[in-house]
């Protein structure tokens, strides 16, 4: 059995892939960017704050932050943990980390 290659179609290089839609400006990118760090501050301080009290009985725990209201969730599954989230706050960005020392999640 033979197979096709689907696409023989190659993008040049420094062209956009999907070209019908605009580029962002580069203040566009920096105005996302410092929001994105306002935000991830936010979300740190108030786990800096409740981290301690839950790390002993909660060790490893999914942990999702609503920095706006200052809520927070956790529950060892974390689907469940957003799930949680979403009910009261449905339409809010919500930051997800790991009751641990850095508050990361997964493996790198």
Known sequence: ME???KSKRKVPAG????PNIP???????????A???AFGQR??????????QLRADHYGWSIHIE???????????????F????QKHPS????EMCLNETGACGRI
Do not use: H, W
């Open 43 to 52: 979300c740190q301080a108030i786990f800096d704050q409740v981290a301690p």
């Open 67 to 81: 920095p706006d209201s200052g809520d927070y969730f956790i529950d060892p599954d974390s689907e469940v943990c």
């Open 35 to 37: 929001e994105n760090k």
């Open 3 to 5: 197979t096709k290659p």
């Open 83 to 86: 799930q949680k989230a979403r």
């Open 92 to 95: 809010a960005k919500i930051m």
């Open 15 to 18: 062209s956009p892939l999907f």
């Open 23 to 33: 580029r962002l400006s580069k203040e566009e990118i920096a105005r996302r960017k």
